[in-house]
T-cell receptor, first 112, second 113 residues
Framework: TQLLEQSPQFLSIQEGENLTVYCNSSSVFSSLQWYRQEPGEGPVLLVTVVTGGEVKKLKRLTFQFGDARKDSSLHITAAQPGDTGLYLCAGARETSGSRLTFGEGTQLTVNP | DTGVSQDPRHKITKRGQNVTFRCDPISEHNRLYWYRQTLGQGPEFLTYFQNEAQLEKSRLLSDRFSAERPKGSFSTLEIQRTEQGDSAMYLC???????????FGSGTRLTVV
């Protein structure tokens, strides 16, 4: 059973469009992180959210943690080709120590 | 210290052979993690060290897998009698003690033929 479900799995859009990626679970997480991964490289941490209802902004990226700490979303405004990559959400559960559970990822392609 | 280093970047081996991967974490980070990632999937947890102590192992880590971090610095992951199903990207990450965020290395891509 996948603890973290991401949707959509694939997303292909034109430059300048907006998009939202969702990360959902039936489990409560003590923190949730978003990573971006390029082919042949390791994931790179974008943001960590720890408080239910928290919203963080990183330039054109907006991250939200659900009030119940079971879900999160990533919204990108005016996407650019450089945003292309695999976006992964990952949650830490209080009962699992430092272990992260990753979603399957959303492959984003932004076409010029 | 520019980040987490993994060696080798790529490894092709024949089925049944043993392989060993190395990870050098960020020097100030006392936590070190190994994850495995297959194509189209997110990384899956394998094991975790705090300093030299191996504190957690996934059931994915069969008896053919062993990880060490002898002096609390670099770590090695050995796979004995490799199988085709072991083909994957093996990722190492490190973090400071009181941080949620990981810094990942670039990974070792293993292909078992």
């Amino acid at each position: 059973t996948q603890l973290l479900e991401q949707s959509p799995q694939f997303l292909s859009i034109q430059e300048g469009e907006n998009l939202t990626v969702y990360c959902n679970s039936s489990s409560v997480f003590s923190s949730l992180q978003w990573y971006r991964q390029e082919p042949g490289e390791g994931p790179v941490l974008l943001v960590t959210v720890v408080t239910g209802g928290e919203v963080k902004k990183l330039k054109r990226l907006t991250f939200q943690f659900g009030d119940a700490r079971k879900d999160s979303s990533l919204h990108i405004t005016a996407a650019q080709p450089g945003d292309t990559g695999l976006y992964l959400c990952a949650g830490a559960r209080e009962t699992s120590g430092s272990r992260l559970t990753f979603g399957e990822g959303t492959q984003l392609t932004v076409n010029p | 210290d520019t980040g987490v280093s993994q060696d080798p970047r790529h490894k092709i081996t024949k089925r049944g052979q043993n392989v060993t991967f190395r990870c050098d974490p960020i020097s100030e980070h006392n936590r070190l993690y190994w994850y495995r990632q297959t194509l189209g999937q997110g990384p899956e947890f394998l094991t975790y060290f705090q300093n030299e102590a191996q504190l957690e192992k996934s059931r994915l880590l069969s008896d053919r897998f062993s990880a060490e971090r002898p002096k609390g610095s670099f770590s090695t992951l050995e796979i004995q009698r490799t199988e085709q199903g072991d083909s994957a990207m093996y990722l190492c990450a490190s973090s400071p003690r009181d941080s949620y965020g990981y810094t990942f290395g670039s990974g070792t891509r293993l292909t078992v033929v």
